[in-house]
């Protein structure tokens, strides 16, 4: 039913920025809760901040809370991650997901981007 697609990775310095795009196709976005997920080499996949179909309800992991803030623009079907101070440990594939709910999801989404890659060097 959806179709997500990530873009804006790229290779970074430390304390740089980034903003990472995800844009939907098919089914009705304004009705998805987004989220953003990542996974490094040799760690498990983690999540890293959702937002509700509104825009009004955001959540993010204890990592990132103060650098990074999700948001979306539901004309654009688009949800986006500005990553700001990025520290070599944010070096990570990262995906976003859909999933049709009233409220922010954390776990069980439905649909899955390919990722994309971020690096933070030192």
């Known amino acids: 039913q959806v179709q997500l697609v990530e873009s804006g990775g790229g290779l970074v310095q430390a304390g740089g920025s980034l903003r990472l795009s995800c844009t939907a196709s098919g089914g009705t976005f304004s009705r998805y809760a987004m989220g953003w997920f990542r996974q490094a080499p040799g760690m498990a996949r983690e999540f890293v901040a959702t937002?509700?179909?509104?825009?009004?309800?955001?959540y993010y992991a204890e990592s990132v809370k103060g650098r990074f803030t999700i948001s979306r623009d539901n004309a654009k079907n688009t949800v986006y991650l500005q990553m700001n101070s990025l520290k070599p440990e944010d070096t990570a594939v990262y995906s976003c997901?859909?999933?049709?709910?009233?409220?922010?999801?954390?776990?069980?989404?439905?649909?899955w981007g390919q990722g994309t890659q971020v690096t933070v060097s030192s």
């Open positions: 937002i509700s179909w509104t825009g009004g309800t955001t």
């Open positions: 997901a859909a999933k049709v709910a009233d409220t922010i999801v954390l776990y069980d989404y439905d649909y």
